[in-house]
């Protein structure tokens, strides 16, 4: 039997440290207990497990720095110091705190509502039994926030108390006067009304009275019933209830609209961006190297001709897996998914945050893809325009992101780290695999197999926008073949010619444009369900 790791140890929330005959030596918060004992005199040698210094302190093996206490006098003395701390302690409101590891639940947030608010209460007026004017009232909210109210604000909320008070009149009140009472009934039905009107939204109403009849369980008065059909709450004011069981109230807030949102995130995704400055570098050093590497082997260990089809099908992927894996972090990233799931469930339009990282995700994308198509064009020299050969690229990064947003949007949290591998998994299976040249001649003779290389593989449309582009530039000599590349060449415009194409488009340009760009539009409306859908029990 030994002592966790402090690591684990802190994950408990208290702790109770018994020393000889069982008596007690600390009983606490478990990050509050090192703090104690050295409060006390004790010293925890360096490089010290916690935990196992604790049980030395227990034991009474622990150095103690006290005057007061000599080392004889231990482990006795400990339970004498707990006593006299707790005696202390005891004289004190206890701290209310919350959990690290259990959610409070909404009773126990209405109970901490009405200690916070009685203490401040009676700060203004000690029995907490007296009508308040607007003047003391100011007070009482300056104590609960922090903050002097402004004069407009105290008046709106006696002006709601009073509108509670003429649904459900009481004896005890007095015009433009606020009692303890009166102002934590309001206060615990905004909270419950106001506060969580999302959630809300699927309660019931007879959930929302258990809610209400909860947080008032403790009051000596008793409260009144709540309004029936499509009435009014009295005790909020005015915060309506319609039959469909939707809250209405002047005191929720409007969200701002789609584009207001959209700024926010462009403004707030910008400043994330430019922090990651150094690593983009690198990545974009990777992608460079990826480019002039595959070049050099293409051109001089393999000696393919520039034309030849497997030059770009290599490329291709070989992008596509940079880009996609890169896009993951958009909207996978550990440490910002918390963020948006907080800000999802706060009224934070999805919308607005999927375009807004979206479009700075795009001069990453150009970055990468550019830096590739550029590279490996300068290393292979192929005879065609570099604009026609870039845009292609462009079009594949464009789909190569779109599984990366895919990816990240659909996988479950506890998966996350697992996005490269799918990302480079998908990269071989639809640009290798159902995007292999030697095979179109099975793939477009099918139309089954044609419809599903059509829509998922983006090398059957990259490979032959470039390919037709060249030949269309620069013929090829087939007499200077060899007859390896005879074949390989005529199987090639053979097999292409047997897929769909647009009207008059003998060049599988246009044709290829129009799919990868719906390709890529696909994935990225895909991907948007994804986040609206996937991880839902966290955007609470």
Known sequence: VHQPRYGLFTLIDDVLLLGKGGRTAFIGPTTQAKAYFEQIGFTMPPNENPADWMMDVMSGQAEIDNPNISREQLPERLFEEWESYAAARATRRPELRRSRTMPLTEVEDSEIIKVQLKDAWKAVDLPANTAL????????????????????????????????????????????????????????????GGSQLQSMLSVSRNMQDELLKAAEASETEESSSTSSGSGSDPETGGLVISRSGRPKSDLERTLPGFCAQLRTVVVRSSIQWWRLQRTRIMFLIVVEFAAVFLGLFDRFVFKNPPWYPTNYVNAQISMSLLVSVYSLQTFGAVEDLPVYWRDASHGLNRLSHFVGKSMLQVIDQFLMVFGFATAYYLVTVPDIPYHWYVTVFHMVGWVASGWGYLISCWLPYELISLGPFVGALLSFVF????????????????????????????????????????????????????????????????????????????????????????????????????????NRSRQV
């Open 133 to 192: 004017d607007q003047t003391k009232f100011a007070q009482v909210l300056t104590k609960c926030t922090g903050v002097e109210p402004e004069p407009w604000i105290v008046e709106e909320l006696i002006t709601r108390l009073e509108k509670a008070a003429a649904r459900n009149p009481s004896p005890h009140h007095k015009k433009n006067h606020v009692t303890h009472i009166e102002f934590q009934k309001y206060l615990l039905a905004v909270y419950v």
């Open 431 to 534: 640009g290798g695999i159902l995007g292999l040249p030697t095979e179109m001649g099975v793939y477009l003779t099918n139309p089954i197999y044609e419809l599903v290389v059509d829509a998922t593989a983006f090398s059957r449309w990259g490979v032959p926008m470039i390919f037709f582009q060249y030949i269309r530039f620069s013929p090829p000599d087939l007499s200077e073949m060899s007859m390896k590349e005879q074949v390989i060449y005529n199987m090639t415009v053979t097999d292409y010619a047997k897929g769909s194409e647009l009207p008059g488009d003998v060049h599988h340009f246009w044709t290829g444009a129009l799919a990868l760009t719906t390709c890529g539009l696909v994935l990225r409306m895909l991907a948007f369900l994804g986040l609206c859908f996937t």
